[in-house]
């Protein structure tokens, strides 16, 4: 069975042992540009999963300013941003 997201808790372990490597920062779906909401997604395989939290699913953030905090907070080193206009 197909994992449909990661929780934040299991993202700190997948960096730590290298398991996940590549990440993309998208505007959330309901992103409008008045209200603009990020989501981060972790590579595994062909598939890019999102990262959630026990309350959200998928874990949305209001800046990427934030973003960018909680991804130091984990140890990811970099991540690539795909926006639209």
């Known amino acids: 069975m197909a994992r449909s997201a990661y ?5 700190a372990l997948l960096v730590e042992t ?6 993309l920062v998208q505007r959330a779906e309901d992103s409008t540009e008045e209200r ?3 989501v981060l997604l972790v590579r ?3 598939k890019w999963i999102p990262v959630r939290s ?5 874990r949305t953030w209001a ?5 960018q905090r ?4 984990v140890g990811i ?3 690539t941003v795909e926006s639209w206009s």
């Open 63 to 67: 800046s990427l300013d934030t973003l």
């Open 7 to 11: 929780y934040e808790s299991e993202l």
């Open 36 to 38: 603009q909401r990020w």
């Open 44 to 46: 595994r395989g062909t």
């Open 54 to 58: 026990k309350r959200e699913n998928p």
């Open 77 to 79: 080193p970099a991540f």
């Open 70 to 73: 909680f991804t130091v907070s």
């Open 18 to 23: 290298q398991a996940a490597r590549e990440f």
